[in-house]
């Protein structure tokens, strides 16, 4: 698979595209985290093929994953932040197609009076032009099955 360009933690306000979505769930803080670092993380969200830890408990920085999208798109994520029970990032260094030359996710929970907020960043840098509206249909679909999940 091809390599994406690495990148830090700042990418994510400084990525030339972004989508941050704020998700108010009547959800414990610790179950969403659950979800976000169980074995199959995400399992809930449609167009996720799959998604699976390659690296051993306990999870932190340097975790790797792989995730398939629509059964096209295969990803390896390399987690560059994580700060247990709170927030993770990670950055893609490969994948099948060049569509992007670097993406990556930013999951943020914290309480809140309804339960927990998530905060979820997608940054990245498109390879192609494949045009916002593609993406944005991808990442809004993911966005609904996790409110849904924990609604």
């Not at 996720?48 to 830890?53: C, D, H, K, N, R």
């Not at 690296?55 to 247990?84: D, K, M, N, Q, Y």
């Not at 029970?85 to 992007?100: H, K, T």
């Not at 009076?113 to 192609?128: D, I, K, N």
């Amino acid at each position: 698979m091809p390599s994406l360009e690495p990148f830090e933690v700042d990418f994510f306000d400084a990525a030339p595209q972004r989508r941050s979505y704020v998700l108010d769930l009547p959800a414990s803080p610790e179950r969403v985290w659950r979800g976000l670092a169980a074995s199959n993380p995400l399992w809930w969200c449609r167009l996720l093929s799959s998604v699976e830890y390659t690296s051993p408990r306990p999870f932190g920085v340097g975790t790797t994953r792989t995730a398939a999208v629509l059964g096209v798109l295969r990803l390896r994520e390399v987690f560059i932040r994580w700060e247990e029970g709170r927030r993770q990032s990670f950055a893609v260094d490969r994948a099948n197609l060049p569509v992007f030359r670097r993406f990556g996710e930013d999951y943020l929970v914290e309480r809140s009076a309804e339960g927990s907020r998530l905060t979820w960043t997608f940054a990245y840098e498109p390879a192609v032009k494949v045009g916002d509206r593609l993406n944005a249909l991808v990442f809004d679909s993911l966005v609904a099955d996790t409110r849904r999940h924990f609604g």
